[in-house]
């Protein structure tokens, strides 16, 4: 295999076509997700289909439709589900959730996605890559409004997001009916700040919601936290 190809114990995931290539959020969202009661799943811009394969991984039998805007990644994603051994119950869509919501006559029991947050600041030269980190094509509101409009009564929408940008999509998440009810703040390393949020969303505010840390590294290279090693050992080859 290729130095673009990333293996996983159960997968492998090509991308050279990706404008994203595999990291820490998008590991950390789909091994931290809840599927319990899961029976259908929507990834929102699923890139190379890491994060959809890792839910198709987790659950038995729970039907996954992936969405991608950007053609090459689509095609991307499409190679490494049907490579993948759960390619019999997912389906990939090469489209905007705008329009893919206004289409689809379906709701989720789960809803993930590893979003855009950029708002502003310098764009690179790379355009694919700018549509990716910044909130160009996929703006905080239309994200919500769309997970708000596909997620069923009692489902969950699950994001992770920087820190500031987390506690931004929190607040505005409640202004389009979704309310954080599991909120994980991801430390780097011992010592550092507070560098990721993973949020899980539903449509019902929480009297209380339910709080944790997870750190990363506890020393130097490849010094993982127990919590870490335990999130992540299903899927990452060293662990």
Not at 199 to 215: G, H, Q
Request: hydrophobic share 35%.
């Amino acid at each position: 295999m290729s130095s673009d190809i990333f293996k996983f114990k159960q997968f492998h995931i090509a991308q050279e076509q990706c404008s994203m290539k595999i990291g820490t959020d998008g590991v950390l969202l789909g091994a931290w997700v809840s599927t319990e009661g899961a029976n259908s799943v929507l990834d929102i811009g699923t890139g190379s289909g890491v994060i959809a394969l890792m839910v198709a991984q987790r659950t038995k039998a729970a039907k996954i439709s992936a969405v991608e805007i950007d053609e090459k990644s689509f095609n991307q994603a499409k190679q490494n589900i049907d490579n993948s051994p759960w390619s019999s119950r997912m389906d990939l869509y090469n489209n905007t959730i705008q329009d893919y919501a206004k289409t689809i006559n379906q709701t989720f029991d789960l809803i993930v996605c590893n979003p855009p947050f950029f708002t502003g600041g310098t764009f690179s030269n790379n355009q694919e890559r700018n549509d990716v980190r910044h909130t160009i094509k996929l703006p905080n509101g239309d994200l919500l409004m769309c997970a708000n409009n596909l997620l069923n009564k009692n489902g969950k929408f699950c994001v992770i997001l920087p820190y500031i940008e987390g506690l931004r999509f929190k607040e505005m998440a409640e202004t389009y009916g979704l309310y954080a009810n599991r909120v994980t703040s991801v430390i780097g390393k011992v010592g550092k700040p507070v560098e990721r949020l993973l949020i899980e969303f539903c449509k019902e505010k929480c009297d209380t919601v339910k709080e944790d840390e997870l750190v990363i590294q506890i020393g130097g290279r490849d010094e993982y936290s127990e919590e870490y090693v335990s999130l992540t050992k299903d899927f990452y080859l060293k662990m």
